[in-house]
């Protein structure tokens, strides 16, 4: 069974603060891991997605396989980055396309 | 395009009534799903289709019955739901590769009365 835990379920912090937004995560094959996020009163949207190693306002996030990890990190953080983040798993093979979500995160940043 | 477009917008239903949801995207996607989502919950997987046919059922009671009349369409019909069944209903549809993003719509806010 697949399984995604956020153990942080609210995080405060000020505008150009570091912030890290925690994620581990359970399953026996190779994981593709996401981080969505949910701005208020808009829809769910992909944010990161770990097979393309890539930033996107000016998030990151890195596999760490040996600890099931999958945190997300930004050096300084803005007002607009204010909303909800989901960190999701999508399992390979017959499971294809069942993509577990843990409980989220939301993050205040503070003028 | 590359919006998933989801009505109703909001849906009030009686218990013994029989209602329909829609999603629609024209990105050529051929993986659409539905999932439910409680109020500050995650969403919860309930279906997947690929390429127009049932790939997973999360186990999901019966009295909720997916269909994909196209590659561009999934409905939910809905018959006999309870009060509990009250929540946010979200498609999302994705390329049918590993890796690939999915894209949702803005949900169904369903309330069962």
């Known amino acids: 069974a697949q399984r995604v835990t956020q153990p942080e379920k609210l995080l405060s912090v000020f505008k150009g603060a570091p912030v890290e937004l925690k994620c581990n995560y359970s399953y026996s094959g190779s994981p593709e891991l996401f981080w969505y996020v949910q701005y208020s009163r808009q829809r769910l949207q992909l944010l990161l997605r770990h097979i393309s190693r890539e930033s996107i306002k000016g998030f990151t996030a890195d596999l760490n396989k040996g600890e099931t990890s999958f945190h997300l990190k930004k050096p300084f953080a803005q007002e607009e980055d204010s909303a909800m983040y989901y960190c999701a798993l999508n399992a390979g093979g017959t499971s294809y396309g069942k993509l577990t979500f843990g409980q989220g995160t939301i993050l205040t940043v503070h003028p | 395009d590359t919006e998933v477009t989801q009505t109703p917008k909001h849906l009030v239903m009686g218990m013994t009534n029989k209602k329909s949801l829609k999603c629609e995207q024209h990105?050529?996607?051929?993986?659409m799903y539905w999932y439910k989502q409680k109020a500050k919950k995650p969403p919860e997987l309930m279906f997947v289709y690929s390429y127009e046919k049932l790939s997973i059922n999360e186990s999901v009671p019966s009295r909720f019955s997916p269909e994909c009349p196209n590659s561009s369409l999934l409905n939910l019909h809905l018959h006999a739901l309870q009060p509990e069944d009250s929540a946010l209903y979200l498609c999302?549809?994705?390329?049918?590769?590993?890796?690939?993003?999915?894209?949702f719509g803005q949900g169904t806010r369903l309330t069962v009365v």
């Open positions: 990105m050529g996607h051929r993986a």
């Open positions: 999302a549809s994705s390329q049918a590769t590993a890796g690939t993003e999915a894209f």
